[in-house]
């Protein structure tokens, strides 16, 4: 089967009249899908100019999924939370200090309540096709990890909302040293949040599709960092996922990891009865040589998965994360993603003629 989904990240511009020029060139480099990066801000401030882009975007024929992007730092996204800045005692605190992090802890009913209501505004009051729930994650209390070795000892959260929760199901205080239970109470509380506001979602409007995005990360060369969502069956098993996604990979890394993470990313998913999705990075960093996009594309293709998504739109031209050659990369993912279009046109017009 050939790739059905090409994708972009978008996000900053809050005109729908200047929105409508970038779809325009979205739908010129083989994009038919995109994914918006909803900030809190724009739900607070610029929510009826909101509503008029997703509606104009899905008038261009673009798919619309809506990315909660940055949410309480809950998710990924470099973006502020008015969360976080309103609700100083509702963070994620580390377990060996004890310091608050600048992450909201995702088991608070604070947060919960919160998220599932700016989830629900966007369901019931605008047009988009779906949600796009975009590397959920517990935070890292270290300033960094290695991709070849631990990723230290320290974890989160042990908050006292947390320490409750554990003490109340497992019946002894949750410890500071990471132990079995520990692992999967934080799986269990991370997809709670996640399964029951995606089927409040699906109570509004059946048809919304849900993506769920978790890090690509292994034991092996990669680090697993304890995020929450590191149990893949866990979470591609869960009945309110339509999507199992797994997330960029900088192009520094080995071309057996890339082959590594999409056989097991397609595997999980179809042992689900899920759709597949892996990211291209298209910001940042950009590969030495560009022809490792073609090959990457080409790889996915053979793999199986059933969508692509890059993060983000001209490649970040014109940011601080922009990939040195960012029009010139935005260029080339054009060209793979109307490429990757006409196979599809090709299958399906093969189908068709069997049909007949």
């Not at 909660?68 to 008015?82: A, D, M, N, R």
């Not at 047009?127 to 070849?148: Q, R």
């Not at 320490?163 to 079995?180: A, I, R, W």
Request: aromatic share 14%; glycine share 6%.
């Amino acid at each position: 089967m050939a790739i059905t989904q090409t994708a972009v990240s978008y996000y900053g511009l809050s005109y729908v009249e200047h929105a409508e020029k970038d779809f325009r060139e979205m739908l010129d480099h083989g994009c038919n899908t995109v994914i918006l990066a909803v900030t809190e801000f724009d739900l607070d401030f610029w929510f009826p100019n909101l509503k008029k882009i997703i509606l104009k975007a899905k008038e261009m024929g673009l798919k619309v999924l809506l990315d909660p992007w940055g949410i309480g730092k809950f998710f990924g996204g470099e973006q502020v939370s008015l969360f976080l800045q309103n609700n100083t005692h509702n963070r994620q605190v580390s377990a060996f200090t004890g310091e608050a992090l600048p992450a909201a802890c995702f088991n608070t009913q604070a947060f919960r309540d919160y998220f599932q209501r700016l989830c629900l505004k966007l369901a019931r009051q605008t047009e988009g096709d779906g949600f796009f729930w975009d590397e959920p994650h517990y935070a890292l209390p270290k300033s960094y990890a290695s991709i070849t070795g631990s990723g230290g000892e320290d974890w989160t959260c042990r908050c006292p909302v947390c320490k409750k929760k554990f003490y109340d199901y497992y019946g002894y205080e949750m410890p500071k040293l990471m132990n079995d239970d520990v692992k999967q109470f934080r799986w269990r509380e991370a997809l709670f949040i996640l399964e029951d506001t995606s089927r409040q979602i699906k109570e509004v409007n059946p048809h919304y599709e849900i993506t769920m995005c978790v890090h690509a990360t292994l034991n092996t060369y990669y680090v697993t960092e304890q995020r929450g969502y590191d149990n893949w069956d866990l979470v591609a098993a869960s009945p309110y996922f339509d999507v199992f996604s797994t997330t960029i990979i900088s192009w520094e890394l080995p071309f057996a990891f890339f082959k590594s993470i999409a056989a097991r990313t397609v595997e999980v998913a179809k042992r689900h009865n899920k759709l597949s999705e892996r990211w291209l990075m298209s910001y940042y960093k950009q590969p030495d040589d560009f022809a490792l996009l073609d090959r990457t594309v080409d790889l996915y293709q053979e793999a199986g998965v059933d969508r692509l998504a890059a993060w983000t739109y001209r490649g970040g031209y014109g940011t601080s994360l922009a990939a040195p050659d960012a029009l010139k990369l935005w260029h080339r993912l054009g060209e793979n993603y109307q490429r990757v279009l006409e196979k599809q046109r090709e299958e399906k017009n093969g189908e068709d003629g069997i049909n007949l």
